[in-house]
């Protein structure tokens, strides 16, 4: 490992290990999307194990928002965020069946909006700190 990649991990180990909830849940968003645009592009080149992958990765990051939905304490809001975890993950896997990139980039711009939402939500949180 270069001392490049070394110092690229140290940062992100810390940056994990410093984040408030809000902000962990910005960075799951962050990789999800992140893992869904990949899987558009090697679904694009024609490459069917790396999309598999990237679309596992993302349907895994999705699983963890979903887990860790607090249904008790959440409410109607964390009703529907499991609607829409269900139904990006439905998204998913249309997508891989039918080599569909749109589905893929369906989902992506959702998890954008959220994305978007639970940013605004952590930076008034921090600020409320």
Do not use: H
């Amino acid at each position: 490992m270069s001392t490049y990649a070394a110092a690229g991990n140290a940062y992100t180990e810390a940056s994990v290990l410093t984040a408030s909830p809000g902000q962990l849940v910005v960075m799951l968003y962050d990789g999800a999307i992140r893992f869904l645009s990949q899987a558009t592009t090697a679904m694009n080149d024609g490459s069917r194990e790396r999309t598999r992958d990237r679309l596992r990765r993302a349907e895994a990051i999705i699983d963890e928002l979903n887990y860790t939905l607090d249904m008790e304490r959440g409410g109607e809001i964390a009703v529907q965020l499991r609607s829409i975890y269900l139904f990006c993950k439905r998204q998913l896997r249309d997508a891989n069946l039918r080599s569909d990139p749109k589905r893929i980039e369906g989902v992506s711009r959702l998890l954008v909006d959220l994305r978007e939402s639970w940013s605004r939500l952590a930076a008034r949180t921090a600020v409320a700190a």
